[in-house]
């Protein structure tokens, strides 16, 4: 019973000693020195891996009017002819990646089933034209989706040779035809 008693008091008077040492070591303004750190090396870090609402680009069209419903940068939605929308956005938008799905503007229901297609506008570098089809091909006015994403724009790198393919455009069995 003693030797359990003296090894209980012993280890409280070792974790007494470790608290005080590191309450004497530690300075006052420990708690600033954490808010610095936070703010000037681990924030920008973690802020990188989400996007930032404010630069990512999209818009929800209407389809049978072609008007904005919602989004995020545009300035400008217009539906010209059946099935063919275009969408500006406040900066430009060359060389960045266009991603579009058929969708009710709402928040209830299902789109009748279509495609869709995107392609930079001809007429402004801030310009998204869109074309919308019925399943069977046909041109038709569905609602959509628009997301443009300039986060990361990169040249364009090279086609790579096909697999099997020589660097010269020759098959690996020197079989050309």
């Known amino acids: 019973m003693r030797i359990v008693r003296r090894r209980k008091i012993a280890g409280l008077v070792v974790a007494a000693l470790t608290v005080v040492v590191v309450l004497a ?14 703010n000037n090396h681990l924030k920008p870090k973690a802020d990188k891996r989400y996007v930032n609402e404010s630069d990512l680009l999209w818009a929800v069209i209407d389809g049978t009017t072609g008007d904005l419903v919602r989004g995020n940068g545009v300035t400008f939605a217009d ?9 500006r956005f406040n900066k430009n938008v060359r060389g960045c990646v266009y991603v579009a799905t058929v969708g009710l503007p709402g928040s209830l229901g299902v789109e009748l089933p279509g495609q869709i297609g995107v392609a930079g506008e001809n007429a402004s570098v801030r310009g998204v034209w869109v074309d919308t089809y019925d399943s069977l091909g046909a041109e038709a006015d569905r609602s959509f989706h628009l997301i443009v994403d300039c986060d990361k724009i990169a040249t364009p790198s090279p086609v790579a040779p096909r697999a099997g393919a020589g660097g010269d455009g020759a098959s690996a069995d020197g079989d050309n035809g």
């Open 79 to 87: 539906k010209s002819d059946t099935g063919d929308y275009q969408v």
């Open 25 to 38: 070591a530690t300075p006052a303004g420990a708690v600033t020195n954490w808010t610095a750190i936070w």
